[in-house]
């Protein structure tokens, strides 16, 4: 399984971007999905996750709220629409998944990952 993240960039603090993360080479639509995010220097952090059937989604609590994470199976597809970004969002984000199709909130739950796209918020 490879996955594709896109949809990084530079933008302002107050702004949004979405990102998208489109799977190859698997079942998609049995995976459970997730957006993780690490800045230098630090651990891989939890951001978002979703059930293979979108029934299910989990957030962090710095971006509850602000944050949606979805997919579509048809395109497999997962995406992280973000809202009122902050300076502090700024880092690599990933997108991984997971076999068991489970909205983990752990890195080491997750069998497949990308190879992530920067997101920088400027103040």
């Known amino acids: 399984v490879q996955l594709q993240a896109s949809g990084g960039g530079l933008v302002q603090a107050g702004g949004s971007l979405k990102l998208s993360c489109e799977a190859s080479?698997?079942?998609?639509?049995?995976?459970?999905m997730g957006w993780f995010r690490q800045v230098p220097g630090k651990e891989r952090m939890f951001v978002a996750s979703i059930s293979w059937s979108g029934g299910r989604t989990y957030y962090s609590d710095s971006v509850q709220g602000r944050f949606t994470i979805s997919r579509d199976n048809g395109k497999n597809t997962a995406y992280l629409q973000m809202n009122s970004l902050k300076p502090e969002d700024t880092a690599v984000y990933y997108c991984a998944a997971d076999r068991e199709g489970t909205p983990s909130m752990y890195v080491v739950e997750y069998d497949y990952w990308g190879l992530g796209t920067q997101v920088t918020v400027s103040s």
């Open positions: 080479g698997g079942t998609f639509e049995k995976y459970g």
